[in-house]
C-alpha cells in the first residue's frame, strides 16, 4: 500500500472545515451576553415602601420627586461596593442626592460598614430580602439608578463606578436630561478615576 | 513600584517576542547566520523579562499589595502562602501570564535542548514559538492586564474562590499549561518543516521527545483536574463531561494519535502530511480549550471570568494562527510524498486504526461540546448534551481499541503474516474473554456483559504486553527505554479501564437524613454517625461531622466531612472526607442541617476508583520513560549528517 | 485473495465500522439532548412531558418546603413572569438558595410535577447560570450583564 500525493481537495479540506466553525464560533461571540439598556428606563420608578437604616421612618418612590437622584444598591458583604465607595462619598460631598438601597444584607453589617467607611448616603432603604429589588431588575450590587426630579429612572449603572467607560455612560445620560450640576461634578469624577 | 516594573518587564518581552518571531524568519530566507542566530538570543531574553513580570505578580500576592486589581480580586490577608502563590493562576489574567511563562520555558527548552539541529529549522521553530507568545502577550497587554492599579487600595483583598483552595487545583492548571503549551512545539516543527518544504523521517524524530514528554504532562494534569473535582466538588464524581474538561480532553486525544503516528512516520517514512496535520490539530485544539475557558461561550460549571471582548481577540487570534498552518499545509503538502510501503496486516495499518478510533473519539467529544454552541449560535434553542451521550460513545469506541491495542505492538512493520500473530494470542485471548466475563459472576453472582467485557479488555491488554514483553526479554537482557515506556503506558491504559469498569460498576451511593447516634450500612461498612462538632481552619469556620467506620464489629476509620464557610464568603462549602485504600474508597460529603440535629449526607462506596488516576500515573511515567531513550540524543547528530541535505533546506 | 482486494476489505470494514459508530452515536446524541426550557414556557406546555429537560430560575423565597422525615425537597423557581413547583429528592448543592439562580433536569410526570433528577446551581456565588439569566430577561426586566460581573449575594 502506498499513501500518495494528496488530492488538492484532501489538502483544502482542513482549511475548509475550520473555516465553517471560525464562522459558528463568529456567530456564537456575537450572540454572548452584552449590556441591554434596562426596560426601566424612560419609566417611572417601581413603587416600593421600605424602611430606613438608620432613622425611623419610611422610603417611597414618591420621595424621588424634587430632586434628582442617585440611588445606589450596596451591601457591606459586596467587595465592589467596597471599591465604588469612594467615588459615592465624593459624589456626596460635592451635594449630589444620594438615596442607598441595602440589597439582601444585615442591617448590623451595614451600620457598621457605613460607620468604618463613611456614609455618603441622604437615606438608606433597606430591603432586606431582596423583593424590592427584583421590581428594580436588580440582582446584584453594586448598581446604581439615575433618576430625575419627576421620579423617572433616566439610567442605570450595572457595577461599579469606578469604571470610567460606565461614569462615561452616566455623564452622558446626565447631560442628556439636562442635569447640568451632576455633569459638573461626574466631569470631575472622570478627571480622578482616569 | 514592582507592578509597574512587571507590566514594564511584559511590553519589553513583547518587543522581544515580535523580533523573535521575524528576525530569524528573514535570516531563514536570506540564509543570514547573525539574523538566525537571534532566535536563540530573542528566546532567552523574552524568558527573563516574562519571568521578571511573572516574579513581579507573584511578589504582590506574597506582600499583599492589594493596590493591585488582581491581587485585591483573589487573595486576602489570611490566605495562606501557597495559594497566594496559586492564586497567581488562579483566574483569568494571571493564568495568561503563567501561560506565557510555560511557553517561553518550552522555546528556551528547544533552544537549549536541539543543538543539533539544522540552524535554519531551528530559527524557524523559534520564531513560531515567539508568534504564539506575541500573540498571548498582545492578549494580556491590550485585554488582561494582570498589573492593572486599584485606586483607592482595599485594606484587604477579595478571597480566592474556596474551591481553588485545594493542592490538586492548585499544581492542575500549571500541569494542563505545561501540556498544551507543549504541543505548540510539535506545532512549530510542523510548520516549520512545511515552510521549508521538507518533512522528512528526521523531522519526526525530532520532534517525537517533544511532543511524548508535552503528552505526559498533559495526561498528568488532566489526572490532577480528574483528582480535585472527586475532592473537592464534593459529589463523588471523577469526571463530568463538562465542556471545560473537554476542552482539555480533546488535546490529549489528537495528542495520543499523534504520537503514534509520530512513531510511524519516524520508523517508516509513512503517514508524513497526516502528522503534520494532527500537530496542528492537537495544537489547536488546545487554543481552542483556552477559548473555550476565557471567553464564556460555553455553559460550564467551571467559573472563569466571561468577557466577550476577550473573545473576540482569541477568536482572531485562533484565525491568524490555525487558519495561517491550515493554509500553509494546503499550499506546501501537496510536495510531501511518503515513499513507505506496508502491507494491510502491519503495525503501520495497526496505528492508522489507532489514530482513526482516537480521531473519531475526538469528533465525538467535539460535537457534543460543540453543538450546543451552534444550536444556540442559531437561536434554536438551549441545549445540552447529556452524560449518557459521552459514556456510550466511549464504552463504543474502547472495544475495538483495547482489541487493537492488545495486538498491535505485536504485529511487525512492513508486513506479518496473520496466522502467526493469532497463533500467539488465540489462547490469551479466550482467557482474558472467559475470565472477564465470569469476574463479575464471582464478584457479585450475576453476569453483567458490559462490566464482563471491560475487565476482559483490560486483562487482554494486560497479558498481550506482558507477553510481548518477555518474549523480548528472552532475546536480549536489556529493553531499550523507549519500549519500556510503551509497556508502562499500554500497563496503565489497562489499570485505568479496570478502574473506570469496576467503579461505574460497584459504586454505591445514598443520600441520608441521620441524627446523631444512628448508622448506616453500605457494601459491608458501617456509617455510626457519631454528632457534629466545630472545627476551624486558617481562613474558614466549619461544622465537622464525626462518622465511624465499623466493619465486622471492628472499627476501622473515621472520616470527618465538613461544611465550611471561608471568611468574606457567604456560601457555605462542602469539604468531603475520604477513607482512600488502595481497592476501595469511603467517602461521605455533608449536606445540610435539617431540624433537631439531623444533617443530610451523601455516603459512598467507591472500589478501585484509585485505579483511575494510578493508571494515569502510569500513562504519565510511561511518556517520560520513553523521552529518556538515548535515541534521541545520541543518534541526532548522526541523522544529521546521513541524511540532512545541505544548508538551505 | 490478492493485495487489491485485501485493500478493499480493510477498507470496506473501517468504513462499515465508521457508519456503525456514526448510527449509534447520532442515536446516543438525539437521546441524550437536554432542551432548556423556562417557566413561562413550561406553563405554556412547550416542554416535552416524556422527555428528559432542563428548567430555572430564581428560587422564590419563602417557597422550599422540606419533608420532615426524608429528604425530599420542593420548591418553586421563577423567571419573574411565571413560576412553577420542583421536586427533588436528595442533597441540594453549596449554592442553592431563595433569591439564587438555579438549574434543575428531570421529567414532567402524568400529574404535571416536575421531579428533577439532578439540581444544579453555579459554583462562585459571583455568577449566574447563563439560560437562568436569559429566561429572567425575557421574563422580568432583568437584565442579562449583571449575570457576569459585579458581586452577587
Known amino acids: ?106 442591617p448590623a453589617d451595614a451600620k457598621a460598614w457605613l460607620a468604618r467607611l463613611g456614609n455618603p448616603y441622604e437615606v438608606v432603604a433597606v430591603d432586606r430580602d431582596g423583593r424590592i429589588a427584583i421590581d428594580w431588575g436588580v440582582y446584584g450590587a453594586p448598581e446604581s439608578f439615575l433618576i430625575d426630579r419627576d421620579g423617572i429612572i433616566r439610567h442605570k449603572v450595572i457595577g461599579p463606578l469606578t469604571d470610567p467607560e460606565k461614569v462615561e455612560a452616566l455623564l452622558v445620560a446626565a447631560r442628556e436630561n439636562g442635569m447640568n450640576e451632576l455633569v459638573t461634578v461626574l466631569t470631575d469624577v472622570r478627571q480622578k478615576i482616569r | 513600584m514592582i507592578p509597574e516594573l512587571g507590566h514594564f518587564a511584559l511590553i519589553i518581552a513583547f518587543a522581544v517576542a515580535i523580533v523573535q518571531s521575524i528576525v530569524p524568519l528573514i535570516g531563514a530566507a536570506r540564509n543570514d547566520a547573525a539574523m538566525i542566530s537571534m532566535a536563540r538570543v530573542a528566546s532567552v531574553t523574552q524568558l527573563l523579562f516574562v519571568g521578571l513580570a511573572y516574579a513581579a505578580l507573584t511578589h504582590a500576592f506574597i506582600v499583599h499589595d492589594f493596590s493591585v486589581l488582581y491581587v485585591s480580586q483573589h487573595s486576602n490577608l489570611v490566605q495562606p502562602l501557597m495559594y497566594r502563590i496559586s492564586g497567581v493562576w488562579g483566574s483569568h489574567e494571571g493564568s495568561l501570564l503563567l501561560w506565557a511563562l510555560i511557553l517561553s520555558i518550552w522555546t528556551v527548552a528547544v533552544a537549549a535542548y536541539s543543538r543539533n539541529l539544522p540552524d535554519i529549522l531551528m530559527a524557524r521553530v523559534l520564531a513560531v514559538m515567539g508568534m504564539i507568545s506575541v500573540g498571548f502577550l498582545a492578549f494580556m497587554l491590550f485585554t488582561s492586564n494582570p498589573f492593572e492599579r486599584l485606586f483607592p487600595a482595599p485594606l484587604d483583598g477579595n478571597e480566592l474562590n474556596p474551591l481553588l483552595q485545594d493542592p490538586g487545583l492548585a499544581f492542575h492548571p500549571p500541569m494542563l499549561y505545561m501540556g498544551y503549551v507543549g504541543f505548540s512545539v510539535a506545532f512549530a516543527f510542523a510548520v516549520a518543516a512545511l515552510l521549508g518544504g521538507k518533512l522528512d523521517a528526521t523531522w519526526a524524530r525530532w520532534s517525537r521527545p517533544w511532543t511524548t514528554i508535552a503528552w505526559s504532562f498533559l495526561t498528568f494534569g488532566i489526572a490532577l483536574g480528574s483528582w480535585w473535582a472527586y475532592n473537592e466538588l464534593g459529589w463523588g464524581g471523577w469526571w463530568f463531561w463538562d465542556p471545560v474538561e473537554n476542552a482539555s480532553f480533546m488535546p490529549w486525544l489528537v495528542g495520543t494519535a499523534l504520537i503514534h503516528s509520530l512513531a510511524s512516520t519516524e520508523k517508516r517514512g509513512v503517514f508524513k502530511s497526516w502528522t503534520v496535520l494532527l500537530a496542528i490539530l492537537a495544537f ?366 | 485473495m490478492n493485495k487489491r482486494s485485501r485493500r478493499k476489505l480493510l477498507i470496506l470494514a473501517v468504513v462499515f465500522g465508521m457508519t456503525i459508530a456514526t448510527v449509534l452515536g447520532l442515536t446516543a446524541f438525539e437521546e441524550n439532548l437536554l432542551y432548556f426550557y423556562s417557566p413561562t414556557q413550561v406553563k405554556a406546555g412547550e416542554a416535552p412531558d416524556s422527555h428528559s429537560f432542563r428548567v430555572g430560575g430564581l428560587v422564590v423565597a419563602g417557597s422550599v418546603k422540606r419533608s420532615p422525615d426524608s429528604l425530599k425537597v420542593v420548591f418553586d423557581v421563577t423567571d419573574n413572569a411565571e413560576s412553577m413547583t420542583i421536586e427533588y429528592t436528595g442533597i441540594l448543592p453549596d449554592l442553592f438558595r431563595e433569591g439564587q439562580g438555579i438549574v434543575a433536569m428531570g421529567k414532567l410526570q402524568d400529574d404535571g410535577r416536575f421531579v428533577a433528577q439532578e439540581v444544579l446551581a453555579k459554583h462562585d456565588e459571583n455568577y449566574m447560570p447563563p439560560e437562568v439569566a436569559d429566561a429572567l430577561e425575557k421574563g422580568g426586566h432583568v437584565n442579562k450583564q449583571k449575570a457576569m460581573e459585579g458581586s452577587k449575594p
Open chain 1, 1 to 106: 500500500m502506498e499513501t500518495e500525493k494528496p488530492s488538492t481537495l484532501r489538502r483544502f479540506m482542513p482549511l475548509i472545515i475550520f473555516g465553517v466553525l471560525v464562522v459558528f464560533l463568529g456567530i456564537g461571540l456575537t450572540l454572548n451576553p452584552r449590556e441591554v439598556p434596562s426596560p426601566l428606563i424612560g419609566k417611572p420608578a417601581p413603587a416600593f415602601d421600605l424602611p430606613l437604616l438608620e432613622k425611623d421612618g419610611r422610603f417611597s418612590e414618591q420621595d424621588f420627586k424634587g430632586k434628582v437622584t442617585l440611588l445606589n444598591v450596596w451591601a457591606s458583604w459586596c467587595f465592589a461596593c467596597r471599591q465604588e465607595h469612594e467615588v459615592v462619598k465624593y459624589l456626596g460631598s460635592r451635594g449630589v442626592r444620594i438615596v442607598g438601597l441595602n440589597y439582601k444584607d444585615d
Open chain 2, 284 to 649: 489547536s485544539l488546545s487554543l481552542l480549550g483556552t477559548f473555550i475557558v476565557r471567553s464564556g461561550v460555553l455553559v460550564s460549571v467551571h467559573a472563569f471570568a466571561t468577557d466577550p471582548s476577550r473573545g473576540v481577540f482569541i477568536l482572531a487570534f485562533l484565525v491568524v494562527v490555525v487558519g495561517g498552518s491550515l493554509a500553509l499545509y494546503a499550499w506546501r503538502s501537496g510536495a510531501v510524498i511518503s515513499y513507505g510501503r506496508f502491507q494491510w496486516f502491519s503495525r503501520e495499518t495497526a496505528l492508522l486504526l489507532n489514530n482513526i478510533i482516537f480521531l473519531t473519539a475526538a469528533g465525538a467529544v467535539f460535537v457534543g461540546t460543540m453543538y450546543p454552541l451552534v444550536v444556540d449560535a442559531f437561536g434554536i434553542g438551549k441545549i445540552s448534551v447529556g452524560r449518557p451521550y459521552f459514556d456510550t460513545m466511549f464504552s463504543l469506541v474502547s472495544i475495538p481499541l483495547l482489541l487493537l491495542l492488545g495486538l498491535g505492538p505485536l504485529v511487525r512493520w512492513k508486513g506479518d503474516s496473520w496466522q502467526r500473530v493469532l497463533k500467539s494470542v488465540w489462547a490469551l485471548f479466550v482467557i482474558s474473554l472467559v475470565v472477564g466475563l465470569l469476574l463479575p459472576f464471582l464478584i457479585e453472582g450475576e453476569l453483567r456483559i458490559a462490566t464482563g467485557l471491560g475487565l476482559a479488555g483490560a486483562l487482554w491488554v494486560t497479558l498481550t504486553t506482558l507477553k510481548d514483553m518477555f518474549a523480548r526479554l528472552a532475546k536480549s537482557r536489556r529493553l531499550p527505554l523507549a519500549y519500556a515506556g510503551m509497556v508502562i503506558a499500554h500497563l496503565g491504559v489497562a489499570m485505568f479501564v479496570a478502574g473506570v469498569t469496576i467503579t461505574m460498576s460497584y459504586s454505591l451511593e445514598k443520600d441520608l437524613r441521620m441524627v446523631p447516634g444512628s448508622e448506616y450500612d453500605i457494601a459491608g461498612y458501617s456509617f455510626h454517625f457519631m454528632g457534629t462538632r466545630k472545627a476551624q481552619g486558617v481562613n474558614y469556620d466549619a461544622n465537622e461531622a464525626v462518622i465511624e467506620i465499623w466493619r465486622d464489629s471492628k472499627k476501622v476509620g473515621e472520616l470527618h466531612p465538613q461544611k465550611r464557610v471561608y471568611s468574606g464568603k457567604s456560601n457555605p462549602m462542602t469539604e468531603a472526607s475520604i477513607d482512600k485504600t488502595f481497592f476501595r474508597d469511603l467517602y461521605a460529603a455533608l449536606g445540610e442541617e435539617l431540624d433537631d440535629g439531623a444533617w443530610s449526607m451523601r455516603v459512598y462506596y467507591k472500589p478501585l476508583i484509585r485505579w483511575i488516576w494510578l493508571g494515569s500515573i502510569l500513562m504519565t511515567l510511561g511518556g517520560v520513560l520513553a523521552v529518556s531513550d538515548r535515541r534521541y540524543r545520541q543518534s541526532v547528530k548522526q541523522k544529521i549528517s546521513d541524511r540532512l541535505s545541505p544548508a538551505g533546506a
